[in-house]
């Protein structure tokens, strides 16, 4: 009789059996084709807090009524980032669980805010373009629009658009010159480069609508209305494994690390939306936030990896008085989070309603 668990038969076993695959080859992915990805979650309190302590959220409005309710609210509704989370955590086993760098995300419309636990959302996916990648031939370059919506009334509630390396079935046979401008990022290594920098840095007065308006309207060609964030978030194991299971993220990267230990990155990495949450959680603790409206121009510049630090760093582009309800105005940050060596690991554009003084 065979022993199954003699050290030398089973290895020999799980050298002649096939592996049960998971995930799409780029292959397998048709322009225009809609996948309706199995899994969904029933949002809860319990996850958007666990998600926002986590990352250093800490509006009172998630998390009091009457701070909800002051704001328009009939509860606390869930955090926008945790949403953003739940609808990117279902998508993964469909779209990114073969690994391939994920390469940017933009156009991210938090199409309501009043969205509450309780609430049960399903996701879609359309695939939107394929690419080959002349410079790397194991991979095309594959673009979804993915879109989260609500099981009970049809209504989208979150959607984007995110671009991510995906490896062939069959490597693309090519000359081995050309590159398709996708190297920097799949390498982690981002090489935009826009000039000097500002003769001058102002900082808001304040975390007011009309402090940064002030600054703005101050700050003249040679200057830039720009500030770092003193709190910084160590990765630790609940961030980097703990969030992207709770979201249904199955990518190997963040969980695995026996699959990583041979991974440009040597060990799991951080999930990109943790990241991103908690350089957004940093600067909305120097905000009066009022809602969160859009977000653009995602990129992840390098890995993120247990024991670093993870800090934020922000631009004030523009603002709008006359945009929103009375008492608000509409501004438009660059954000860029960054490691304790001072390099950046993400950046982004986001749109916020912001609280007028008094």
Same mark, same amino acid.
């Given at each position: 009789?065979?022993?199954?668990?003699?050290?030398?038969?089973?290895?020999?076993?799980?050298?002649?059996?096939?592996?049960?695959?998971?995930?799409?080859?780029?292959?397998?992915?048709?322009?225009?084709?809609?996948?309706?990805?199995?899994?969904?979650?029933?949002?809860?309190?319990?996850?958007?807090?666990?998600?926002?302590?986590?990352?250093?959220?800490?509006?009172?409005?998630?998390?009091?009524?009457?701070?909800?309710?002051?704001?328009?609210?009939?509860?606390?509704?869930?955090?926008?980032?945790?949403?953003?989370?739940?609808?990117?955590?279902?998508?993964?086993?469909?779209?990114?669980?073969?690994?391939?760098?994920?390469?940017?995300?933009?156009?991210?419309?938090?199409?309501?805010?009043?969205?509450?636990?309780?609430?049960?959302?399903? *996701?879609?996916?359309? *695939?939107?373009?394929?690419?080959?990648?002349?410079?790397?031939?194991?991979?095309?370059? *594959?673009?979804?629009?993915?879109?989260?919506?609500?099981?009970?009334?049809?209504?989208?509630? %979150?959607?984007?658009?995110?671009?991510?390396?995906?490896?062939?079935?069959?490597?693309?046979?090519?000359?081995?010159?050309?590159?398709?401008?996708?190297?920097?990022?799949?390498?982690?290594?981002?090489?935009?480069?826009?000039?000097?920098?500002? *003769?001058?840095?102002?900082?808001?007065?304040?975390?007011?609508?009309?402090?940064?308006?002030?600054?703005?309207?101050?700050?003249?060609?040679?200057?830039? %209305?720009?500030?770092?964030?003193?709190?910084?978030?160590?990765?630790?194991?609940?961030? %980097?494994?703990?969030?992207?299971?709770?979201?249904?993220?199955?990518?190997?990267?963040?969980?695995?690390?026996?699959?990583?230990?041979?991974?440009?990155?040597?060990?799991?990495?951080?999930?990109?939306?943790?990241?991103?949450? %908690?350089?957004?959680?940093?600067?909305?603790?120097?905000?009066?936030?009022?809602?969160?409206?859009?977000?653009?121009?995602?990129?992840?510049?390098?890995?993120?990896?247990?024991?670093?630090?993870?800090?934020?760093?922000?631009?004030?582009?523009?603002?709008?008085?006359?945009?929103?309800?009375?008492?608000?105005?509409?501004?438009?940050?660059?954000?860029?989070?960054?490691?304790?060596?001072?390099?950046?690991?993400?950046?982004?554009?986001?749109?916020?309603?912001?609280?007028?003084?008094?």
């Amino acid at each position: 009789m065979t022993d199954w668990t003699d050290p030398e038969t089973f290895a020999a076993a799980l050298e002649a059996v096939t592996t049960k695959q998971k995930g799409n080859h780029f292959e397998e992915f048709t322009e225009g084709e809609t996948i309706e990805h199995a899994p969904g979650l029933g949002l809860s309190r319990h996850a958007s807090e666990l998600w926002a302590g986590q990352t250093l959220n800490h509006d009172p409005m998630y998390w009091r009524t009457d701070a909800a309710r002051a704001r328009g609210f009939e509860e606390p509704p869930v955090h926008p980032d945790y949403l953003l989370a739940a609808v990117m955590g279902p998508s993964v086993e469909d779209l990114s669980e073969k690994g391939g760098y994920f390469l940017g995300r933009d156009d991210v419309v938090v199409h309501d805010n009043a969205v509450y636990p309780g609430t049960d959302i399903r *996701v879609e996916s359309t *695939v939107e373009s394929k690419a080959a990648s002349s410079s790397r031939p194991d991979y095309g370059i *594959v673009t979804w629009r993915t879109r989260g919506i609500d099981t009970g009334s049809g209504d989208v509630l %979150v959607s984007y658009e995110r671009t991510n390396m995906v490896p062939r079935r069959e490597p693309l046979e090519t000359d081995g010159g050309g590159t398709d401008g996708s190297s920097s990022e799949a390498d982690g290594t981002h090489t935009d480069r826009e000039g000097s920098l500002p *003769v001058e840095f102002l900082t808001p007065e304040g975390p007011y609508f009309e402090d940064f308006a002030a600054a703005l309207a101050t700050a003249g060609a040679d200057a830039a %209305v720009a500030y770092r964030h003193e709190r910084g978030r160590t990765m630790d194991d609940p961030l %980097v494994s703990g969030l992207p299971l709770s979201t249904l993220n199955t990518a190997r990267q963040h969980h695995n690390r026996d699959a990583m230990a041979d991974s440009p990155s040597g060990e799991i990495v951080a999930y990109g939306d943790v990241t991103r949450s %908690v350089a957004l959680g940093h600067a909305r603790s120097d905000e009066a936030t009022y809602r969160e409206l859009e977000y653009g121009e995602e990129t992840f510049h390098d890995f993120v990896t247990l024991g670093d630090t993870v800090y934020g760093f922000t631009r004030v582009l523009e603002v709008d008085g006359d945009a929103g309800p009375g008492g608000v105005g509409r501004v438009k940050f660059e954000h860029i989070a960054f490691n304790q060596r001072e390099k950046p690991v993400y950046s982004g554009t986001r749109a916020a309603l912001i609280e007028r003084r008094g």
